[in-house]
């Protein structure tokens, strides 16, 4: 019996070819917060599609590995790639994706494939620097205006991002590790807020702390990080969820040294001022969560023809959130079921529109992030209110890991209703066509 063409092994040239191609596009997948399911099963229908079957991919955040096995006998392969930097582009997600459909389908060759994708490396950014910075500093603008605040507390927010950013690409510059980056970033979108207050500007100045603190909240990482765990990717989960602690540990940082500065020069701060979102479905808070969506949207580099979409997004989910606190749902499972929804919208569109879910659901979750519990809970800590300060706290954690379990959730239910990619039809001898899953968080354990 002849042996089948994904068990003949293909000269090596080609092979570490192949290998490489598969790499590369793992390396831009993870860079731009894919989960590592996702990656892996990029990376193995890369493999498969050039005869390079029988492919273990193990994936974390800072390296990815390919091995190979030859069924022939022949010596076994390994090689390594590492991740150095993780920037968002989702412009260059779409296009990876649309190169990994066509290139599984044994169309493309593997030369075209190498080509495509040093074009996709290449190519110009959708946006320019200048406009992404104003996305990001529209992004503390438009929370602003969410929670409260009014036109002038959404310029000075506006001008503190802007300040905090450009303190961190001058400290990136010089080599100084991102945490710190961060932590300077909080402490200057907090100082602004503490200057205004200390001068008696009769505005809701602690509106522009929420706003600077949200556009640096790590959304992205949390829903990859609960992705993990739920597909059984437990090493890399760990290491996405102390991604997030260390970052949110260096926004809190920046928020508590200002913060304590500010208390112990006398500045007039109360617990009282925090702002809170108006719950309320009107056309202020309606553009404040637009303004916030389009705005990581843009941000996250979203090509112009799926930011109406996305925008959509962030309206459904801010109108479900305040409708469930109307009936009273508590705040923690209202932020879940209204990340659900929007992953189920998020998951329908990608469906529709052939480009990732993140795309949509990332975006659109950012009127939710809890930039206030996170000032409220430093606020209180540094008033010497610790139990109600570590109540506020683990009440910001609780509702990010809510958001990202909601957004799974949603596609999780597309996923049952429409069939999934990793779902496949396999023919048995002399029977029927059974389904056959080569995802292993599905497989039924029973809990043992």
């Keep these: 019996m002849s042996a089948s063409p994904l068990d003949r092994t293909p000269p090596k040239h080609d092979l570490y070819r192949a290998m490489a191609l598969a790499l590369r596009v793992g390396e831009l997948l993870l860079g731009s917060g894919e989960s590592t399911e996702t990656v892996s099963g990029a990376m193995r229908r890369i493999t498969n599609a050039y005869g390079v079957p029988h492919c273990e ?113 001058w400290l990136a510059r010089r080599g100084v590790a991102e945490f710190f980056q961060l932590t300077v970033a ?39 990080c609960v992705q993990d765990g ?28 200002t913060l304590y500065a500010a208390v112990r020069l006398g500045v007039p701060l109360t617990v009282e001022d925090v702002p809170s979102a108006p719950l309320l479905i009107r056309p202020e808070q309606l553009l404040g969560a637009v303004g916030v969506t389009l705005s990581f949207a843009v941000a996250l580099l979203v090509p112009p023809r799926h930011l109406l979409p996305a925008a959509l997004g962030g309206v459904l989910v801010w109108m479900v959130f305040v409708q469930l606190h109307v009936w009273q749902v508590p705040i923690i499972l209202a932020t879940a079921v209204a990340a659900a929804v929007v992953g189920l919208y998020g998951g329908a569109y990608a469906r529709r529109a052939r480009v990732p879910s993140m795309v949509i659901t990332i975006p659109a979750i950012g009127s939710l ?37 909601g957004v799974i959730l949603g596609g999780e239910i597309v996923r049952a209703v429409t069939g999934s990619d990793l779902t496949r039809r396999v023919r048995r001898r002399g029977g029927r066509p059974r389904a056959f899953i080569s995802r292993p968080a599905a497989r039924r354990t029973r809990g043992y």
């Design 186 to 224: 909080a402490m200057l979108g907090s100082l602004v807020a503490v200057l205004m207050v200390a001068l008696g500007v009769p505005v809701r100045a602690e509106a522009v702390v929420v706003g600077a603190v949200i556009a640096l909240l790590p959304g992205r990482p949390m829903v990859a």
């Design 230 to 257: 739920i597909a059984g990717e437990y090493v890399t989960a760990t290491g996405r969820l102390f991604e997030i602690f260390f970052i949110l540990t260096a926004i809190i940082s920046g928020i508590g040294i």
């Design 57 to 169: 991919a193990d994936v974390n955040l800072s390296a990815i590995t390919l091995s190979h096995v030859p069924s022939d006998g022949s010596v076994p392969v390994t090689a390594e790639r590492r991740v150095r930097r993780r920037l968002p582009d989702y412009d260059r997600l779409i296009a990876v994706h649309e190169m990994i459909r066509e290139t599984s389908g044994g169309s493309v060759p593997l030369e075209e494939a190498e080509s495509r994708l040093r074009k996709i490396t290449r190519r110009v950014r959708v946006y320019p620097d200048w406009f992404l910075i104003t996305a990001l500093a529209l992004i503390a603008a438009s929370a602003s205006i969410l929670v409260g605040g009014g036109a002038l507390v959404a310029a000075a927010a506006f001008a503190a991002t802007v300040l905090g950013d450009r303190a961190s690409a």
């Design 369 to 405: 992030l809890p930039g206030t519990a996170l000032y409220r809970g430093m606020l209180e800590v540094n008033l010497g209110h610790g139990a109600a300060g570590q109540e506020s706290l683990l009440q910001a954690l609780s509702t990010a890991l809510a958001l990202g379990a």
